[in-house]
């Protein structure tokens, strides 16, 4: 597996087949064993050749980013239906 972190060795993120561009190559048996299941950036960190929690990762921020990603994403499906009915209509006009 090879991770990648920031300049604070919080790890951001991960690949477990191919690679990442200045990925950082680590062996299995130091990866916790939820790692893949409780995975977000910042919620781990590396340090001294080990994973290891981020005791200041705030699991609020998952909350507020969720909240913030759902608002995006229904402001776009609108604004993707609308486009797609001016779609239909320039094609099919109504009667």
């Known amino acids: 597996m090879q991770i990648s972190v920031n300049d604070e060795n919080l790890i951001v993120g991960y690949a477990d087949v191919g690679g990442i561009e200045g990925g ?3 062996d299995n048996s130091i990866i916790p064993s939820d790692f893949i299941l409780m995975f977000r ?3 781990f ?3 001294d050749g080990k994973i290891q929690y981020n ?3 705030d699991n609020n921020e998952d909350s ?3 909240k913030n990603d759902n608002a995006s994403l ?3 499906v609108a604004r993707l239906e609308a486009e797609l009915q001016e779609l239909k209509n320039s094609i099919n006009p109504p009667e």
């Open 64 to 66: 507020t980013q969720l």
């Open 24 to 26: 950082i190559e680590i």
């Open 45 to 47: 960190q590396y340090i």
């Open 41 to 43: 950036p910042r919620k």
């Open 55 to 57: 005791k200041e990762y």
């Open 74 to 76: 229904t402001e776009k």
